[in-house]
């Protein structure tokens, strides 16, 4: 008797359990941040389900973007897609497509949440925004910056402009290459990133029908003279030995070069400046930065925001969707902003952020934030620089890394990329035909 | 003789189970492989368009696949050739009885144990152009400095030998328990006889091995194929301008990077027909050419 009302009293107190856990509004987040931001990641997470007490949002790391993507593919298409995907730029066209995500904007709408897009800085929403819908949020922003050693080249009796050109990169690559102060000028990793951006802020589309944004793209603008430039530029620089080849897509090398002081400029991510900041205590070097170079006979037109944005999927009950929507926004608040610039270095996307920081002194003790916050907002609001649309950009960039292999090993330029070029319209031609029809 | 079942289903439901997980983790995914080879496939399947045998035609017709191809072969090659005998080398060194050879014998094994994940970031920090171990010493002996993973042809090479180091301990194993089967009667009566060490080993070894170096063959054709991804990956990603990319790491890269399901699946059927031709092989040819002793 005794044993059978502990059962009953254990069952209503379970289901008792059930049913207040039931309430709760379960939400998941699949991310693609590794390493210690994990832990950053879960720890926003956590304070977001604290002030929330009738969501519960699940964090989980799911491995690089791509991973992430192929993930969520895959569970959507066993119908149990994750709320909430994290995925990159790149993906913009491709994400769009695939058919399982909902428009963040007609979520907003739809639940009336209460967005200040005034706020947020353009070139961020810019990329996200597709005929003129926000398709998600912009979370993780980050660009391009140069990085210099300051130590060096005082010693080599050069000075950085804070715009240089390409050709200042030259000749301050020679001097301190000629003075024997690092063995090479410069260096950042092989990525067709970095040809992308310097197309933007010479402020030439990518591709076509204005850079994928008004229509499918069907044709990429390697053979335009800008591109030309660029490599004949780049190679130029490798073949006189002052430029070094970190390897493909090799971010941790480059920064070796440049922080072991084998180079003295480094050109990499904006979200690198802590790290880079850290690095150059240690090593007992001064650091500065620039904007990243372009030709002296282009007009500089500003670079294209970077990084990764949140996804929301369809196919929920409206509770989960509007949840998954207010966890979406609360991520970008101004305060979880200002956490998650100080963290982990990707922009402040709020411009009160900003303005808070500027207050606290935070550019002050960390300059170098602020030539990477310029170099953003100083950005003119073109199609080249709202970032290209393509459905096959991660294959395109393949094929323009192998390109940018060719020439450096001595194929001429613009055969190299009519090559990269050929095979790319061809990937923009099927990818139309499968999904654009 | 033949065993009886007491009745003809019996057999089949004691199959079952296997047949069930061969079915849903084996058969299933290559049928539909298969049936992806004949489509043009995005987004996991989820969006896709019939294009009949195209896939194929475009793989065979790009010089880059063809090129793939070769380089395959090339690098299934070297690591056939250089792991068997490196490896065959090393085994009748650790079967010589000296003391401690178990010590030698178990940390030859070792390099095995590691994930490639791992063996390939050793090689990678090892092969480091401007601050690996590699080129220091090359810089202080001969004053140079290869681009060991960003030169064609070097890059080749490294993923050729960081591949070979990475199966050593498995050929090492396999070598050495066949070399303890050798019976050392024979040796003996061929020591007595006067042969030398060198004809030794080619006469009596050598012939003696040859299950173990056939089957060693095989299994190494296979890993070169297979199985040496993760080291691709992490050291040169197929690069430089696709020179270290072999079959499978083009696979990946369609499907998983590319977001190109059926061209994947289409190679996976390419692979799949290599693999059956290449058992084929191994059922024929075994119990022929090689001696079995005893």
Same mark, same amino acid.
């Given at each position: 008797?005794? +044993? ?11 289901? $008792? ?180 951006? %310097? ?100 007009? /500089? ?35 979880? =902003? ?8 990707? $922009? ?6 900003? =303005? ?13 934030? /602020? ?12 199609? !080249? ?7 096959? $950009?991660?294959?395109? +960039? ?23 070029? !050929? ?15 | ?23 849903? $983790? ?9 049936? %992806? ?10 969006? +896709? ?60 094994? %070792? ?5 490639? !994940? ?44 960081? !591949? ?26 061929? /020591? ?60 990946? +890269? ?41």
């Amino acid at each position: 008797m005794k +044993r059978g009302c502990l059962l009953v009293t254990v069952l209503v107190l379970f289901s $008792f359990g059930w049913v207040l856990a039931r309430e709760k509004t379960q939400i998941t987040f699949w991310h693609a941040m590794g390493g210690w931001r994990v832990e950053f990641i879960e720890r926003m997470v956590a304070d977001f389900n604290l002030t929330h007490p009738d969501i519960e949002v699940t964090v989980e790391y799911k491995g690089s973007y791509r991973d992430t993507l192929n993930a969520a593919l895959a569970a959507a298409r066993a119908g149990d897609a994750p709320h909430i995907v994290h995925s990159f730029e790149v993906g913009t066209q491709m994400n769009l497509d695939s058919g399982i995500f909902v428009p963040l904007e007609d979520l907003i709408d739809q639940y009336g949440l209460i967005v200040p897009w005034e706020d947020y800085i353009d070139p961020a929403l810019n990329y996200y925004r597709v005929s003129g819908r926000l398709y998600c949020m912009p979370w993780n922003s980050s660009n391009p910056i140069l990085y210099y050693n300051k130590t060096l080249l005082n010693a080599a009796g050069v000075e950085m402009p804070k715009k240089p050109t390409f050709e200042d990169i030259i000749s301050i690559s020679r001097a301190v290459k000629e003075k024997g102060l690092a063995e090479y000028g410069i260096t950042w990793c092989l990525h067709s990133w970095y040809l992308e951006q %310097w197309m933007a802020d010479m402020g030439v589309d990518l591709v076509n029908n204005d850079n994928g944004r008004s229509g499918y793209a069907t044709e990429i603008n390697l053979l335009d003279p800008a591109a030309i430039k660029i490599m004949e530029w780049w190679k130029q620089l490798y073949d006189e030995g002052l430029w070094v080849n970190p390897g493909r897509e090799n971010w941790s090398q480059a920064r070796q070069v440049f922080i072991s002081g084998q180079s003295a400029m480094l050109i990499s991510s904006t979200s690198d400046v802590t790290l880079m900041e850290n690095a150059a205590v240690e090593q007992g070097f001064e650091l500065g930065t620039a904007f990243i170079p372009v030709p002296s006979d282009y007009e /500089r037109h500003g670079v294209v925001i970077g990084g990764g944005a949140l996804w929301v999927t369809g196919g929920h009950p409206d509770s989960e969707l509007r949840a998954a929507a207010e966890f979406v926004v609360w991520m970008t608040q101004v305060a979880q =902003t200002i956490r998650w610039h100080q963290g982990t270095g990707y $922009f402040p996307i709020r411009k009160t952020a900003r =303005t808070a920081l500027e207050m606290e002194g935070w550019f002050d003790r960390y300059p170098n934030y /602020r030539t990477a916050l310029d170099q953003l907002q100083e950005t003119q609001p073109i199609t !080249a620089t709202q970032g290209a649309l393509m459905g096959n $950009f991660l294959e395109a +960039r393949t094929f323009i890394e192998d390109a940018i292999e060719a020439i450096l090993a001595g194929t001429p330029v613009p055969e190299a990329l009519a090559g990269a070029k !050929a095979k790319i319209d061809q990937g923009l031609q099927d990818y139309l035909e499968l999904v654009g029809g | 003789m033949r065993s009886k079942f007491p009745n003809r289903w019996l057999p089949l439901v004691i199959l079952l189970p296997t047949l069930a997980v061969c079915a849903l $983790f084996l058969y299933y995914p290559v049928a539909q492989s298969f049936s %992806w080879s004949l489509y043009r496939a995005a987004f996991m399947g989820l969006k +896709r368009l019939y294009v009949g045998t195209q896939n194929y035609v475009r793989l065979f017709t790009s010089p880059d696949y063809v090129h793939t191809i070769g380089v395959s072969f090339l690098f299934a090659g070297g690591v056939v050739f250089l792991g068997l005998s490196v490896s065959l080398a090393i085994a009748l060194l650790a079967n010589q009885k000296v003391r401690g050879a178990r010590i030698y014998r178990v940390s030859l094994i %070792w390099p095995y144990a590691l994930s490639p !994940a791992v063996a390939g970031t050793i090689w990678l920090f090892l092969l480091n152009p401007t601050s690996g171990v590699v080129n220091y010493f090359f810089e202080t002996l001969f004053g140079v400095k290869p681009d060991w993973l960003t030169s064609g042809r070097l890059a080749l090479l490294s993923v050729t030998v960081a !591949a070979v180091w990475k199966n050593l301990g498995y050929n090492i194993v396999f070598f050495l328990a066949g070399l303890q089967n050798v019976p050392g009667e024979i040796l003996e009566a061929a /020591r007595v006889d006067g042969a030398g060490a060198w004809r030794t080993f080619w006469k009596i070894t050598f012939p003696l091995l040859s299950p173990t170096t056939f089957f060693l063959f095989i299994m190494n054709i296979i890993y070169a194929f297979f199985g040496v991804f993760g080291l691709i990956d992490v050291m040169t990603k197929g690069g430089p301008v696709n020179a270290t990319n072999i079959l499978i790491y083009n696979l990946y +890269r369609d499907a998983f990077q590319h977001n190109k399901w059926g061209m994947a699946a289409a190679q996976s059927v390419i692979l799949f027909v290599f693999v059956v031709i290449l058992t084929l092989i191994q059922f024929r040819t075994t119990g022929r050419r090689v001696h079995y002793g005893g």
